[in-house]
């Protein structure tokens, strides 16, 4: 009778062996996805961030060119003689395009953990269909960025405009 209640108890402990590995081995694989999922959601979050502060580029652009369009058509007919030096201040040599956050003195983007954001103007210019009659102006904003893992996070943004041209005189023939 002893040796039955010996082999009972070698063999509860044993199995007491085996559920404690087994649940070892499903909370280091729970943490190990925790803590890849956190990584994760954190570059997916940045990205959203970036790409909203991108399309805010993109739309001051658009508000430059409403107020000063004939500014802007005129750096293009420079920029297609020869000289575009004048559309490049216009557009992406302006400085109100161009963001670098060192400090985290702009509130907008100093949620991004205390790294530089940079954010430019790529490209603005107005491109032309003479088959359709068609001119579209197209915007390009990129914004870049390190999270806290060090891994570089970069978003383009790019808007296209259909410009429609027409005479604001009221007693003009439609």
Known sequence: MKKSSNIKKGSAVALCLVFATVLLMMGLSFSKMT???????????????????AHGITELALLKFQLYPADFYACMDAANLGE?????????????????????????????????????????????????????????????????????IDKKVTRLVDLNRRSLNPYAKK
């Open 35 to 53: 803590s890849t999922s956190k990584k994760q959601t954190v570059q997916i979050d940045e990205r959203i961030k970036l790409e909203y502060l």
């Open 84 to 152: 575009p030096k004048h559309l490049v201040s216009f557009t992406t040599g302006s400085p109100e395009f161009q963001f670098t956050d060192k400090n985290s003195e702009n509130k907008s983007v100093s949620s991004f953990n205390s790294t530089a954001v940079n954010l430019q103007l790529a490209s603005m210019t107005i491109l032309t269909n003479d088959k359709w009659n068609n001119e579209v102006l197209y915007i390009e904003a990129i914004a870049n960025y390190n999270d806290q893992y060090n891994k570089n």
